[in-house]
């Protein structure tokens, strides 16, 4: 099984700054990973598709990177509706594994 | 716009078996892999099982494995997940969700509310 770390676990940050999230993979994934976002109360919403692809919808300041085994999400510029808890996913390798999340909240 | 709704869920003690159902609407059903995802309470987002588009495949967690049955009825715009010998450790938020598709398959891109399966 592919393990993805995530990291921090906790990321505090005002509006209008720049957040970079961290994944990891035990190993490499190729360009097969993914990130979500989910609000309290919400269902997990799907940002990124194959590192770097936004979903339809997806705001320009949401960006992936990365490849093999280290990922990034950056979001340029922080909105209020941003601060939400951040998974990655992979589909690389059967069975598919999420990362343990990144939580974005207020400073 | 895409709708899957679950039901099934509830409260069922250690041991015994439930049976979730999502029914889908507004994309043909019958062009997509559906998957169960769940979420403990407080805990991040674990995927179970992933049936294919024609019924022909299926995959699963190695924590389900043996205990869990994903199925699906293209008559019915409906997937299942039969869950036999449940233990605590299966509490979560059931979530269907719908295979992205076409060339980006085992990604998510839609979303039921969930339905909620008490293990106690």
């Known amino acids: 099984e592919i393990v993805l770390t995530q990291s921090p676990a906790t990321l505090s940050l005002s509006p209008g700054e720049r957040a970079t999230l961290s994944c990891r993979a035990s190993?490499?994934?190729?360009?097969?990973l993914a990130w979500y976002q989910q609000k309290p109360g919400q269902t997990p919403r799907l940002l990124i598709y194959?590192?770097?692809n936004r979903a339809t919808g997806i705001p320009a300041r949401f960006s992936g990177s990365g490849s093999g085994t280290d990922f990034t999400l950056t979001i340029s510029s922080l909105e209020p509706e941003d601060f939400a808890v951040y998974y990655c996913?992979?589909?690389?390798?059967?069975?598919?594994?999420f990362g343990g999340g990144t939580k974005v909240e207020i400073k | 716009q895409v709708q899957l709704v679950e039901s099934g869920g509830g409260v069922v003690q250690p041991g015994r078996s439930l049976r979730l159902s999502c029914t889908a609407s507004?994309?043909?059903?019958?062009?997509?892999?559906m998957h169960w995802v769940r979420q403990a309470p407080g805990k991040g987002l674990e995927w179970v099982a992933i049936?294919?588009?024609?019924?022909?495949?299926?995959?699963?967690a190695d924590s389900v494995k043996g205990r869990f049955t994903i199925s699906r009825d293209s008559s019915k715009n409906t997937v299942y997940l039969q869950m036999d010998s449940l233990g605590g450790e299966d509490t979560a938020l059931y979530y269907c969700?719908?295979?992205f598709g076409s060339g980006r398959s085992n990604y998510f891109d839609h979303w039921g509310q969930g339905t909620l399966v008490t293990v106690s």
């Open positions: 996913q992979q589909r690389s390798n059967w069975p598919l594994t």
């Open positions: 190993q490499t994934v190729s360009n097969y």
């Open positions: 194959d590192v770097s």
């Open positions: 507004g994309f043909t059903f019958s062009n997509y892999g």
């Open positions: 049936i294919s588009y024609d019924g022909t495949s299926r995959y699963y």
């Open positions: 969700a719908k295979d």
